[in-house]
């Protein structure tokens, strides 16, 4: 097929992603530099249809934005009330006295937020302020200048059909260069995977770790409402399979956000994360709390946990990572988006400096430099050995070591532990089913646990049918010869949507992918243990539209 032709514009500084680290940025390059062309592309359906409603919100970055962005009205107001920390078991639970943990864990002075809807506010701020933003533009490729930076990106390709050619509908999409590209996708974005490998970002670094996060919004009976309360739990039902954990958080308008986190470096290929999740809510303790309740959205998505030690290079000829693109989770506070909105800010720093002296297209050294040593770097410090910890002991010795750690570097300033590596991919730490039993998990009930499909339908995504498969399999021989008879095909188990299936798995088995369900958590991209899936960008709108509440 000849060379797509493409029409091109030009611009200071292009950003993929309007999440909070793509945002902050935009908005940063503006206040220092008003005639400073900026551009954001987001791939969702409008700012914040990827993002799901719940977190606890570090206000530390919007501070660095606006000091005033209380009076100019940020949808930030449920401040934290009550911070509980709990030990499950099956029937019972145990609650640790807050002052046993380390004053980092507090969430006294954080708020709890709707992450989609303090995007869009925050995409109300850069708009005013003169940023370009386009929603339903995913970036589906890089451009590369002649001397290998990167120099742009292709949005807004339309229309190719399902072997990939162009349809009688395509649109070739644009080619938007910038003197910098900053790169803010989130968790194992396609474009992040492809720039992280030509650069060799990651080299003498340790490999990244990830977990998936599964949400659900409930609305509960007003009665059983605390507004401001913060619960995490541990323990049970994951126990001796796998790390991870819970999070209930009491919102505004009688609702909750409810999640559970599993860490995908577990090993026995028969768990399945989100029957982990659903068997959770049956605990007597949350149980009662869902009771008379309604569920009125879900969703899901990987986390960046492999904490400082895992963080690449994060500047590269031509732009910049930002955010969880980079990795930038403090795993132990279950909190990101602070350091996201920071990194944004530093990176706007460096690239108006840089402009302003005459340069493009080179490598931002001062925003990697500033990453392992201002606030970022303080906030990840102190917590980078709490995920090692986890993967090597599990469970309630790691959370007392890890916890000893963390209290020894906030009292003094280092850790006594030293810096604890991670040794192996959360791919590579799956074992064989052979060597491990199954596990039988309840059928949900329909009221307070729900079968994936039904779940799916309210993350409200939408893929077009006809657009090529954007999880892309370099053998598809591989998940019914290999993963098959070694892994029990763990896809089946691990995808949060139900997107993989083995059909007629007694006789002539084929392996199925239903990519019209994908959340696009890229769990798949991570866990597969022969590393045969690709995920990448779908036409832009395309996912999940997640709503506005």
Known sequence: MAEIERESMEYDVVIVGAGPSGLSAAIRLKELDPDLSVVVLEKGSEVGAHILSGAVLDPIGLKALFPDWKERGAPVSVPVKEDNFVFLGKSGSLRFPNWLMPPLMSNHGKY??????????????????????FPGMACSELVWGEDGAVKGVVAGEFGRQADGTPGPNYEPGMELHGKYVFIAEGVRGSLAKQIIAKFDLSKGRDPQKYGLGMKEVWEI?????????????????????????????????????????????????????????????????????????????????????????SIPQAAFPGGV????????????RIKGNHNAMMSGIEAAKAAVAAIKAGRAGDVLADYDDALHAGDIAR???????????????????????????????????????????????????????A????????????????????????SFTNHEESQP??????????????????????????????????????QDPRFVVNFQNCVHCKTCDIKDPSQNITWVTPQGGDGPNYPNM
């Open 112 to 133: 709890i937020v709707s992450m989609g809807n303090v995007c869009r506010w925050l995409a109300e701020q850069a708009e005013a302020l003169g940023v370009e933003i």
């Open 221 to 309: 009976d007003p009665k059983k409402h605390r507004e401001g309360t913060v619960t995490h739990t541990m323990g049970w039902p994951l126990n001796g399979n796998g790390g991870g954990g819970s999070f209930i958080y009491h919102a505004e308008n009688n609702q909750i956000f409810i999640g559970f986190v599993v860490h995908l470096n577990y090993q026995n290929p028969h768990l399945f994360p989100y029957m982990e999740f659903q068997r959770f809510k049956h605990h007597p303790m949350v149980a009662e709390l869902l009771d008379g309740g309604k569920r009125v959205a879900y969703g899901a998505r990987a986390i960046s946990e492999g904490g400082y030690q």
């Open 469 to 506: 498969c954007h999880l892309r399999l370099a053998d598809p021989a591989i998940p019914v010869q290999v993963n098959l008879p070694q892994f029990a095909e763990p896809a089946q188990r691990y995808c949060p949507a139900g997107v993989y299936e083995v059909v007629d798995e007694g």
């Open 321 to 332: 990572l930002l955010g969880c693109s980079a990795g930038l989770v403090n795993v132990p």
């Open 435 to 458: 060597d491990f039993p199954k596990i039988d998990y309840p059928k949900p009930d329909g009221k307070i646990s729900f079968d994936r499909l039904t779940n799916v339908a309210f």
């Open 379 to 433: 906030d990840l410090k102190k917590v980078r050995n709490v995920k090692p910890l986890w993967s090597r002991y599990g469970g309630f010795l790691a959370t007392m070591l890890g916890g000893f750690d963390m209290w020894v570097a906030h009292l003094t300033g280092w850790n006594p532990l030293g810096t604890i590596h991670h040794d192996k991919t959360d791919a590579e730490a799956t074992g064989k089913a």
